[in-house]
């Protein structure tokens, strides 16, 4: 192999997807001569306990995203944090901020020296290159390797990303000097699913009630047996239904790493929630080949995207973006939704620990390398006037600890984004009961109000009821709650700055992290153990980063919701939750704002911010301090507008209505 290796130029990192075709007999003169290093995706070989076992064969077919860099970038970026003025066509957008279509020539015609094929969509932004690992081997001098890599185990013993067998490589790509800094990043040479689904569903064991009864819910509402019109009837959407407006002409988007259960939906609609929803659509998409047939592992969570969202809006037409769980497969699903321009909403609900990142930072990467080209398609979704909207994980202020094993303080990606609603969870008011799988123990638990979701709150009923399980086993077993926190790898955007509680913080710390161990591969300090303190006060402090979530609507497992899954046993089951179900149902309820406003009322952050700060504020802040309203850190400030853990608060669905209508262009 020639050694490509020159001057190096670091770049940021992540994603593409497919459109027109392109293949050179033969490489252009940019071939030859100086080569600069590209960044790229997961490397498998940072992970904890990864080893390699030998080569990946060259003959390994492959699909390898070359994001290219967005033209007038900062200008884009001023323009969607400050609110855009009037919405692009997918073509005004590739003319004014798509990649510079030499260096995509260039790119295509290289690559073609290799014998690989390159397709490129309407934005002019992502080009996907198809060939086998021994050609992008030779065309971008690096070595797949093989890996074997462990569980990513949670702190509760779940492992949540499961042990596999993946290729990848420690290699920075390579190209030729005169277009890399064109090219953003290069994702596909590592097909590791590093993604999470951000659903979380009850302790059936703690709960003496049938999960899959009707008529088990009669009497528990709203305990675990929510449907999407408790949804719009807490959060005041029934008025804008009461108007007509129920979605009726517009499209919502659902990304997804996990291939839907054909027919789920329907017959979610149907027969659990009794939704007239006749003349609508549901359509997949098979994003850079998709995600294989449906399966136990993720349909679940795409099975509810779909059904929660074309639940809150009945007259919507659905589209179902579905990807395989790669770097590559993720951010290609969210630039296919982009240039298609078609969903006038999109939502997803799957998600990693910044702390992941931070690990491929240590490797020699620019602080937001991996996250770069998320944003490029979220920039590009904000300015066609797009909403959009991610879970916010479900391990409270804690995300790291469920993929990656670290106890550290994280949020979640890509809800950490400047560039889309970050969408959090709380815990509806009511009674709970708790109770042994022998019924001889029984404890009840009154949340008297609405709050932050977190776990917190049950430690003591569950220690009480599980025998040989003393409280602090409970509690390292149930570090759960709407996540929420302070980027480490992004700034505070325009819309939050001199928004109170965007800078400060309220905490009630019953986990301190300890045990403090240097990854020998990255050399990221981190902890492993918390110290606990049940009965902890509240601290206060200063903070700096984007902070998430945006919002905050009932996500919590035991105040949550039933799900449809025909490859599941029992197929319909009640106590399910977590910001996976939040994400969706907004992206429903935006649905059904854009049929009233008569247009897309477009990215929600600039508006939802300068309202909530202004008198009439649509959004309750969840600024009760203590612990009784937190998402197992972050608790609330009194009187402040943003609280992390539940951001501006909960919406009244049909006041912002009126809020977003008025500020999006028409």
């Not at 809150?312 to 395989?324: D, E, F, L």
């Amino acid at each position: 192999m020639v050694d490509k290796r020159s001057a190096v130029m670091r770049l940021a990192a992540v994603a593409a997807t497919a459109g027109v075709m392109f293949a050179g007999a033969t490489a252009a003169s940019a071939a030859s001569g100086a080569h600069s290093t590209v960044a790229q995706g997961v490397d498998p070989g940072a992970l904890p306990g990864s080893t390699v076992f030998g080569k990946t064969p060259p003959g390994t077919p492959e699909t390898v995203s070359f994001i290219m860099r967005e033209n007038n970038l900062a200008q884009l970026e001023a323009s969607v944090t400050d609110g855009v003025s009037s919405y692009l066509s997918v073509g005004r957008f590739a003319a004014q901020y798509g990649g510079n279509p030499t260096a995509i020539h260039d790119l295509q015609t290289y690559l073609a020296g290799d014998g690989i094929t390159t397709s490129v969509d309407g934005d002019q932004v992502d080009v996907v290159a198809s060939g086998t690992a021994g050609e992008f081997d030779q065309a971008l001098d690096v070595q797949q390797d093989q890996y074997h890599v462990p569980a990513q185990s949670s702190t509760g013993g779940q492992a949540s990303v499961p042990a596999q067998t993946v290729h990848g490589t420690a290699d920075a790509p390579q190209l030729p000097s005169a277009f890399a800094s064109d090219v953003l990043a290069v994702l596909g040479l590592s097909n590791y699913s590093a993604f999470t689904s951000n659903a979380k569903h009850i302790d059936a064991a703690v709960h003496g009630t049938d999960k899959s009864s009707p008529t088990s819910c009669e009497k528990q509402l709203p305990n675990s047996c929510n449907l999407p019109q408790n949804f719009a009837s807490d959060y005041g959407l029934n008025p804008l239904y009461d108007d007509g407006a129920d979605g009726q002409g517009q499209t919502i988007g659902i990304v997804t790493l996990a291939a839907l259960d054909p027919g789920a939906p329907q017959y979610f609609w149907q027969n659990v929630a009794h939704i007239a929803s006749t003349g609508r659509t549901v359509t997949t998409v098979n994003v850079q080949g998709g995600p294989g047939k449906p399966n136990l592992g993720g349909s679940g969570e795409t099975d509810l995207d779909v059904e929660q969202s074309g639940g809150v809006a009945p007259g919507a037409n659905v589209i179902v973006y579905q990807a395989a769980n790669t770097d590559s497969g993720f951010a290609g699903a969210f630039f296919q939704a982009a240039s298609d321009d078609v969903a006038d909403s999109v939502s997803s609900s799957w998600g990693e620990s910044e702390t992941i990142i931070a690990n491929q930072v240590a490797k020699g990467r620019e602080p937001a390398a991996y996250e770069a080209a998320f944003d490029e398609a979220f920039l590009e979704m904000a300015a066609q006037g797009q909403s959009g909207f991610i879970a916010s994980g479900d391990n409270g202020a804690y995300d790291a600890s469920d993929d990656i094993g670290t106890t550290n303080l994280s949020i979640d990606a890509s809800g950490d984004s400047p560039y889309i609603t970050s969408a959090g969870a709380t815990t509806l008011a009511g009674d709970q009961t708790f109770q042994n799988a022998n019924k001889h123990k029984s404890v009840t638990v009154d949340v008297p109000a609405e709050r932050m979701w977190g776990w917190d709150y049950l430690w003591e009923p569950v220690a009480v009821v599980t025998p040989g399980h003393n409280l602090n086993q409970v509690i390292r077993q149930n570090v759960w709650g709407g996540g929420g926190g302070f980027s480490a790898l992004y700034a505070q955007p325009s819309y939050q700055q001199g928004v109170s509680g965007t800078s400060s913080y309220s905490a009630v710390p019953y986990l301190t992290p300890t045990e403090y161990l240097r990854s020998k591969k990255s050399g990221l300090l981190w902890p492993h153990s918390w110290a606990i303190n049940p009965s902890p006060s509240v601290i206060t402090g200063t903070a700096s980063g984007r902070a998430t979530p945006d919002l905050a609507t009932n996500g919590d497992p035991d105040t949550g919701y039933w799900l449809y899954q025909p490859t599941a046993k029992p197929a319909l089951e009640n106590g399910w939750g977590g910001t996976s179900f939040d994400a969706p149902q907004l992206n429903g309820a935006t649905a059904v704002i854009d049929s009233y406003s008569g247009h897309r009322v477009g990215f929600w952050n600039p508006a939802i911010y300068a309202a909530a700060s202004s008198p009439h504020s649509p959004f309750t802040p969840l600024d009760q301090s203590g612990s009784n309203n937190d998402n197992v850190y972050y608790t609330g400030t009194p009187g402040a507008v943003f609280d992390p853990g539940a951001g501006l608060g909960t919406p009244n669905l049909s006041a912002l209505a009126t809020v977003l209508a008025a500020a999006s262009p028409h």
